[in-house]
Structures are given as structure tokens and as C-alpha cells.
């Protein structure tokens, strides 16, 4: 069965850090891509950050570059999104996503979500 299990969220003052973890089961990393997507209330989906588990090339939105950073430990199966300089239009629900390149950060082509976890940036 496959899963997508999120952690790491919580609230955050503005400034701050998180890193959110993605935990995969059910398929292997290799030969994919997996990324992170975020829903803030009222406003589009949108996709975060990106990585190619076959050549770990990856995909910013330009929201977020410079201060965050999407890694990947094959063998553990896992995905990390560090992210640094919170600001309060951070904040979202952020879901972990699995699909066939990075490209699905742009066109948004993906085949499985996790059940997401909250990111507030507040003071």
C-alpha cells in the first residue's frame, strides 16, 4: 500500500525554521520525483519544491527560493523540506507528493498525496 506520511509542522514565528519530513512506504524513491505542495485558505495550490530521486535535480517556486531546501535520503526512504526565513504568507497546509518527474511541481501531474500537515508563521 502506498503512503505518504508528513511530519514537522507547527507554528513558528516569523523568521523561524522548520523542516518537515516525508515518509514513503509502499515504493521505493528511486526512479521518481517527490515534492512538496502547500493550500493556504482562499488563495491556489501551489507547488513548493521538488526533487528527482534518480538524478536529485530539483524545482523551486520562486515564493521560496533561496530559502528552502528540498533533500532526499534514498535509503530511508524519506524527504526533507528545510525551511528558513518563514514569512506569515508561508503559512498552509503542506503536503508531501509523489510523481514520474519534477516537472509535477509546474504542471502538477502527480499520483499520490499524503494527508498534509500545517505550517503557521506567526508572532
Known amino acids: 500500500q502506498v503512503q505518504l506520511v508528513e511530519s514537522g509542522g507547527g507554528l513558528v514565528q516569523p523568521g523561524g525554521s522548520l523542516n518537515l519530513s516525508c515518509a514513503v512506504s509502499?515504493?521505493?524513491?528511486?526512479?521518481?520525483?517527490i515534492g512538496w505542495f502547500r493550500q493556504a485558505p482562499g488563495k491556489e495550490r501551489e507547488g513548493v519544491s521538488c526533487?528527482?530521486?534518480?538524478?536529485?535535480?530539483?524545482y523551486y517556486a520562486d515564493s521560496v527560493q533561496g530559502r528552502f531546501t528540498i533533500s532526499r535520503d534514498n535509503a530511508k526512504n524519506t524527504v526533507y523540506l528545510q525551511m528558513n526565513s518563514l514569512k506569515p504568507e508561508d503559512t498552509a497546509v503542506y503536503y508531501c507528493?509523489?510523481?514520474?518527474?519534477?516537472?509535477?511541481?509546474?504542471?502538477?501531474?502527480?499520483?499520490?498525496w499524503g494527508q498534509g500537515t500545517q505550517v503557521t508563521v506567526s508572532s
Open positions: 507528493v509523489y510523481g514520474g518527474g519534477v516537472a509535477m511541481c509546474d504542471n502538477e501531474e502527480t499520483d499520490y
Open positions: 526533487i528527482s530521486t534518480t538524478d536529485g535535480s530539483t
Open positions: 509502499g515504493f521505493t524513491l528511486d526512479g521518481y520525483a
